[in-house]
């Protein structure tokens, strides 16, 4: 990953995440939820001014605070597990992802990560870069051992758009399919950046996704936001700040993937 000279901090926060069905605030169908909440800004071997990232683990924050907030999702602490920085280490993060062993098909998961990414891979705190690294097999193994029907997987990463699942549709964009509730939610594309800006003091992808489930992507205000409201208003909002901000970048293009109703409430406004 890289840094600008401008206020913009090119970076690899990813917010991997699998959100089957039900999303934030009031998740009234799901009876429990699980989470796991990444964020690295202070990597043990890269250095402040090369490599190391500005508001990634502050990302992760806002994220659990968000989990907590009894005006959001209202999750109890017990059901959480942050690590930020030097607790984010590969062990660390596949042995939390056991909580999801408990789960049940009624109840929901969601692993969050906001760190640096490249092709196929998150970076935890101790990696060089090259070595260690997560891998993405490694994020859907913990999936595919818990027993939930409700999975989601938010990923605010460089190149975080190279995940796959099995059997997921491919491509730039939204996609409708069925009998199945995941949808994995993405900073950008899979040859892309991800970007980190210092005057909003965050992650532009985490930014507007907070934004977007705090109410704002309620479009037809009808107090609840499906998949579909959330990736327009998501995609939207990275890709034009994205492109006035930092123009010497492609802009960022947020992308999801999943097997899902597009119409599929993912939040609940109170």
Not at 214 to 228: F, P, V, Y
Request: charged share 20%.
């Amino acid at each position: 990953m890289m840094r600008s000279k401008q206020p913009v901090t090119i970076i690899g926060s990813a917010i991997f995440v699998f959100f089957q069905l039900i999303f934030w605030p009031c998740f009234v169908h799901a009876a429990t939820t699980y989470a796991v909440v990444v964020g690295i800004s202070n990597y043990q071997k890269f250095q402040s001014d090369s490599g190391d990232l500005r508001f990634a683990s502050r990302d992760a924050q806002l994220f659990y605070n968000y989990l907590i907030n009894p005006s959001g999702q209202n999750v109890p602490r017990e059901n959480i597990i942050l690590l930020v920085d030097e607790k984010a280490t590969k062990e660390n993060i596949l042995t939390a992802m056991q909580l999801f062993r408990g789960a049940s098909p009624e109840d929901q998961v969601i692993f969050y990560f906001s760190g640096h990414g490249n092709s196929g891979v998150f970076l935890p705190y101790e990696s060089s870069g090259i070595k260690p690294v997560l891998t993405h097999k490694e994020i859907k193994q913990g999936f595919r051992e818990s027993r939930s029907n409700l999975k989601l997987c938010i990923a605010d990463a460089c190149k975080s758009g190279t995940i796959k699942m099995q059997n997921f549709p491919t491509g730039e964009g939204i996609h409708d399919s069925s009998n199945a509730n995941v949808i994995v939610f993405l900073s950008s594309l899979a040859n892309q950046l991800s970007s980190e800006y210092v005057k909003l003091g965050q992650g532009v992808f985490t930014f507007y996704l907070l934004k977007a489930l705090n109410g704002e992507a309620d479009a037809n205000k009808d107090s609840q936001i499906t998949a579909l409201e959330l990736y327009k208003y998501v995609n939207l909002k990275v890709r034009a700040y994205s492109k006035k901000n930092n123009p010497e970048q492609p802009e960022q293009i947020p992308t999801m993937y999943g097997k899902f109703s597009r119409d599929l409430p993912l939040a609940y406004l109170k």
